[in-house]
């Protein structure tokens, strides 16, 4: 099983910066592709982007050149570095990773809220 925290989260102005993390636990060796969601209020949950196993990227149009992930293999930790941040973007931030062919494994979510 694989377990995921994140970290990271809280109040920012519009137009800042927030770094959330997500640690992971658990059986590591069996995580491939990684990623980031997020559920704004009265919307459902939807991707914000991905990480390969290879470090290759992708990312929702609505955060694209604003937004990037990268991991630490070493540290086993997923990071969304999140930039010009606009109210828009207030949500709660998952991260999950996929174990290839067998299951998708979520965190309990971090709140992002971007306010003046």
């Known amino acids: 099983q694989v377990q995921l925290v994140e970290s990271g989260g809280g109040l920012v102005q519009p137009g800042g910066s927030l770094r959330l993390s997500c640690a992971a636990s658990?059986?590591?060796?069996?995580?491939?592709?990684m990623g980031w969601y997020r559920q704004r209020p009265g919307k459902q949950r939807e991707m914000v982007g991905g990480i390969s196993a290879s470090g290759g990227t992708h990312y929702a149009d609505s955060v694209k050149g604003r937004f990037a992930i990268s991991r630490d293999n070493d540290k086993n930790t997923m990071y969304l570095q999140m930039n010009s941040l606009k109210p828009e973007d207030t949500a709660v931030y998952y991260c999950h990773a996929d174990i290839p062919r067998t299951y998708r494994a979520w965190g309990q979510g971090t709140q992002v809220t971007v306010s003046s």
């Open positions: 658990g059986s590591i060796e069996s995580i491939g592709n």
